[in-house]
Nanobody, 123 residues
Framework: QVQPVESGGGLVQVGGSLRLSCTAS????????MGWFRQAPGKERERVAAITWTGGRTEYADSVQDRFTISRDNAKNTLYLQMNSLKPGDTAVYYC????????????????WGQGTQVTVSS
């Protein structure tokens, strides 16, 4: 397995948008559910969104439902997170992670983690 690599973080104003990307080797990406997590200073890491290998099921934290969209391009071994209507509470380091299984989307299922990308939402 090769560690996933996130990109696309940055500084954005309240109400703005960002799209995060995550690339991984086929060994890490293929036939695995994928997820986005985030961790703000002083807080525990939380699962933001997850998607099964086929893309047929997506799951979101209540705090980002209807604002964030997770998607994947299996031909490119790339995962995305489109973030709209950003709020200061979305400020965190965002991590991409690969699950141990095609449909394992719960936090303990994720076993391969990227280094993270910082997202800062300014008011």
């Amino acid at each position: 397995q090769v560690q996933p690599v996130e990109s696309g973080g940055g500084l954005v104003q309240v109400g703005g948008s960002l799209r995060l990307s995550c690339t991984a080797s086929s060994g890490t990406f293929s036939r695995r559910a994928m997820g986005w997590f985030r961790q703000a200073p002083g807080k525990e890491r939380e699962r933001v969104a997850a998607i099964t290998w086929t893309g047929g099921r997506t799951e979101y934290a209540d705090s980002v439902q209807d604002r964030f969209t997770i998607s994947r391009d299996n031909a490119k071994n790339t995962l995305y997170l489109q973030m709209n209507s950003l709020k200061p509470g979305d400020t965190a380091v965002y991590y991409c992670a690969a699950s141990r299984a095609p449909f394992g989307t719960k936090q303990p299922d994720f076993i391969a983690w990227g280094q993270g990308t910082q997202v800062t939402v300014s008011s």
